[in-house]
């Protein structure tokens, strides 16, 4: 593995490239997360060997530094970046985005799309693409709310508890009491921060992302939607399926779970090796 940092105006992009320079007619493989970093798909890395993968740190976030003022974490903004950064690689690419990655693809492909041969968009959080996007909202104002007025232990019981619930978000859900961080083996000590990227509201440009879905189906660009087959019914299955059936598909079942690519990066193992030749695959 090799380290680089690609210095933009307002941001230093530190990414990491992995695999052996692509052969003719190869593409690299970009890797995006959000809020997670490139770390996370270093286990993915590992089972494709044979393969060029770039995995970048978002602006602010990891080891990249931002420049710019802010600390919302803007799909449009981050897209730029992207452009910016496959600029250096040399378009086209093939991506691999989850979660908040995804989010950030998508706009990419809407405002470059001749930057990606193929998008594997997983998982990505829109809540604008479920039936109860109203409670939805509700939900993510609620966990936002938990973590500033009680730190990361409450914020994060408040978010699980949301990410875990299968099906559509009641008014029972929306009614009972804040869970407890204990029952989640999180901290109910308050350590005074209110930088958490996922908690604090800085992410909340990533949910509430618009996808240009006019422009996504005209692009020459591949897109499709995966959710992880131990996801079940939950918030990403529900706005990945949602995705896809606008962009008139359905959603490839991938192996494993919301972070089923890493190897225990970011906490719950995922199947790196399992989700890696399905990744294959799929990409053709």
Same mark, same amino acid.
């Given at each position: 593995?090799?380290?680089?940092?690609?210095?933009?105006?307002?941001?230093?992009?530190?990414?990491?490239?992995? *695999?052996?320079?692509?052969?003719?007619?190869?593409?690299?493989?970009?890797?995006?997360?959000?809020?997670?970093?490139?770390?996370?798909?270093?286990? $993915?890395?590992?089972?494709?060997?044979?393969?060029?993968?770039?995995?970048?740190?978002?602006?602010? $976030?990891?080891?990249?530094?931002?420049?710019?003022?802010?600390? #919302?974490?803007?799909?449009?903004?981050?897209?730029?970046?992207?452009?910016?950064?496959? *600029?250096?690689?040399?378009?086209?690419?093939?991506?691999?985005?989850?979660?908040?990655?995804?989010?950030?693809?998508?706009? $990419?492909?809407?405002?470059?799309?001749?930057?990606?041969?193929?998008?594997?968009? !997983?998982?990505?959080?829109?809540?604008?693409?479920?039936?109860?996007?109203?409670?939805?909202?509700?939900?993510?104002?609620?966990?936002?709310?938990?973590?500033?007025?009680?730190?990361? =232990?409450?914020?994060?019981? &408040?978010?699980? @508890?949301?990410?875990?619930?299968? *099906?559509?978000?009641?008014?029972?859900?929306?009614?009972?009491?804040?869970? #407890?961080?204990?029952? +989640?083996?999180?901290?109910?000590?308050?350590?005074?921060?209110?930088?958490?990227?996922?908690?604090?509201?800085?992410?909340?440009?990533?949910?509430? !992302?618009?996808?240009?879905?006019?422009?996504?189906?005209?692009?020459?660009?591949?897109?499709?939607?995966?959710?992880?087959?131990?996801?079940?019914?939950? +918030?990403? @299955?529900?706005? &990945?399926?949602?995705? @896809?059936?606008?962009? *008139?598909?359905?959603?490839?079942? +991938?192996?494993?779970?919301?972070?089923?690519?890493?190897? =225990?990066? +970011?906490?719950?193992?995922?199947?790196?090796?399992?989700?890696?030749?399905?990744?294959?695959?799929?990409? =053709?």
């Amino acid at each position: 593995m090799e380290t680089r940092t690609l210095h933009r105006p307002d941001a230093d992009l530190v990414h990491d490239v992995h *695999g052996p320079a692509p052969a003719p007619g190869d593409r690299p493989l970009l890797c995006v997360g959000q809020p997670m970093d490139a770390t996370g798909f270093r286990s $993915l890395a590992a089972e494709l060997p044979d393969r060029r993968i770039v995995a970048y740190d978002p602006r602010g $976030l990891g080891r990249s530094t931002r420049r710019d003022g802010r600390t #919302d974490h803007d799909p449009h903004v981050q897209a730029e970046d992207l452009h910016a950064l496959i *600029g250096e690689l040399g378009a086209p690419v093939d991506v691999f985005a989850s979660s908040g990655g995804a989010v950030t693809a998508l706009a $990419l492909v809407a405002a470059h799309p001749g930057d990606v041969r193929v998008l594997v968009a !997983h998982e990505p959080p829109l809540v604008g693409m479920l039936p109860d996007a109203v409670a939805a909202r509700r939900v993510v104002a609620g966990y936002e709310k938990a973590y500033a007025a009680g730190g990361w =232990g409450a914020g994060m019981a &408040a978010f699980l @508890a949301a990410t875990s619930w299968a *099906g559509p978000f009641t008014d029972d859900f929306l009614a009972a009491p804040a869970p #407890d961080p204990a029952a +989640f083996g999180l901290p109910a000590a308050d350590d005074g921060s209110r930088d958490d990227p996922l908690l604090s509201g800085s992410s909340r440009a990533v949910v509430d !992302h618009v996808p240009d879905l006019d422009t996504l189906r005209a692009a020459p660009t591949r897109i499709v939607v995966a959710v992880g087959e131990e996801t079940g019914d939950t +918030f990403t @299955a529900r706005t &990945a399926r949602g995705l @896809a059936e606008r962009l *008139g598909q359905e959603a490839v079942v +991938f192996p494993s779970h919301h972070g089923g690519f890493a190897g =225990g990066e +970011f906490g719950w193992p995922g199947k790196p090796a399992e989700f890696a030749a399905r990744l294959r695959e799929v990409l =053709g």
